[in-house]
């Protein structure tokens, strides 16, 4: 008898296997190809409510990646420090709702990179044009540091500098590829980590961007209210 792996239509399309970059951390290539025209129809619905901006950060420099968020919290910053907030401040208004299908993803990819029971409060949305970068940081504002943070990939390449908990430590470099999905938990949560400066191309559906999206458990009651919810 042969074994199809691909036969059963309930089943999640093929992908590479997990890799492994570190303790706590797995790539998943090409994990949201399949979903990834559903992904952008949802963030440009997003955007247009609560449209991408420039944050200037607590030093005074404005930053060369432009974001928006969705969820029940959105990062966010200004002169006066980093935060997650319930409301845009652009707006007042809540940040737009997290899409189901944005759940059901991030959620499958956690579980496949062996983290059960992912449910992100906080989604946010990178926009790179050509030359935005990320210098290196931690992301430690999150009220669950114990939740991974899962990271979606559209759009032109760009180059991931992964380093260890340590800022003088020289991080290693991933391209990071249209589809790919990475689940940063465990040890390599609070790792340093940055984007180097985007090279000009042209993708084929998002043309000259790229889109980052990475869900986070933000508020510190964030599991709880999992739990209370099932
Ligand atoms: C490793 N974004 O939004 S995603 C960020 O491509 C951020 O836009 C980058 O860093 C981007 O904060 C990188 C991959 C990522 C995200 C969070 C991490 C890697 C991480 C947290 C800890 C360790
Ligand atoms: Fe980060």
């Known amino acids: ?6 036969e059963d239509e309930d089943a999640p399309p093929p992908y590479a296997a997990p890799e492994p970059l570190a303790p706590g951390a797995v790539l998943l290539r090409g994990f ?5 025209q559903a992904l952008m129809q949802s963030v440009q619905q997003i955007i247009m409510a609560a449209p991408l901006r420039h944050l200037v950060v607590p030093g005074g420099h ?9 969820g029940a919290l959105g990062w966010t910053s ?5 935060r997650y907030t319930p409301t845009d401040p652009l707006s007042g208004r809540p940040w737009p709702a997290m899409p189901d299908g944005f759940k059901r993803l991030t959620a499958r990819a956690a579980a496949a990179a062996g983290f059960d029971g992912f449910r992100p409060d ?3 949305i ?8 990320l210098s290196l940081h931690q992301d430690r504002d999150e009220g669950d540091l114990s939740a991974p943070i899962v990271s979606v990939s559209l759009g032109l ?11 003088s430590d020289r991080p290693v470099r991933y391209r990071l590829l249209h589809g790919d999905v990475a689940v940063w938990g465990g040890p390599s949560r609070l790792a340093y980590h940055g984007v180097a ?24 009651d964030s599991r709880r209210r999992a739990d209370a919810q099932g």
């Open 78 to 82: 200004d002169r006066s420090g980093y």
């Open 32 to 36: 949201a190809l399949d979903g990834a």
């Open 157 to 167: 390449p760009a180059v991931f500098l992964f380093g260890s908990a340590r800022r």
């Open 122 to 124: 906080a989604c946010l």
């Open 62 to 70: 404005t930053m060369s990646v432009a974001m928006s968020n969705c």
């Open 197 to 220: 400066p985007m090279a000009d191309g042209e993708h084929a559906g998002l043309g000259r961007q790229r889109i980052n999206l990475t869900f986070r458990c933000a508020g510190h």
């Open 126 to 133: 990178n926009r790179y044009e050509p030359g935005a970068r």
């Open 1 to 6: 008898m042969t074994l199809n792996l691909f």
